[in-house]
């Protein structure tokens, strides 16, 4: 069966660094879109990041950029979201997404894991 397995989480203090890894198992990775989600709690996930199926081309929500690099090993069907100078602010359940979508032109998540709480305390 399919699996994204995140881990990676944890506590920081704000200016630190953290790295999530996200495996995938049971579909074609490598064809695959791939996001980084977050929620708050009491709101919706957002995208965080997200990297076309052959790793050229990466995209950035604002309140990230310069501060996140999201990158995938695709012989190892894992992807890492690298998160330097953490702020409060990024204390979230973080998540992986699968889109079968190479170019990620297009919206629909089909695959989700399961979670991996970070906390950034000031």
């Known amino acids: 069966q399919v699996q994204l397995v995140e881990s990676g989480g944890g506590s920081v203090q704000a200016g630190g660094s953290l790295r999530l890894s996200c495996v995938g198992s049971?579909?074609?990775?490598?064809?695959?879109?791939m996001d980084w989600f977050r929620q708050f709690p009491g709101k919706e996930r957002e995208g965080v990041a997200t990297i076309t199926a052959g790793g050229g081309s990466t995209y950035y929500t604002d309140s990230v950029k310069g501060r996140f690099t999201i990158s995938r090993v695709n012989a190892k069907n894992t992807l890492y979201l690298q998160m330097n100078s953490l702020k409060p602010e990024d204390t979230a359940m973080y998540y992986c997404?699968?889109?079968?979508?190479?170019?990620?032109?297009?919206?629909?998540?089909?695959?989700w894991g399961q979670g991996t709480q970070v906390t950034v305390s000031s």
């Open positions: 049971g579909y074609t990775y490598s064809s695959f879109c």
């Open positions: 997404a699968a889109r079968p979508s190479p170019d990620c032109s297009t919206a629909g998540v089909r695959y």
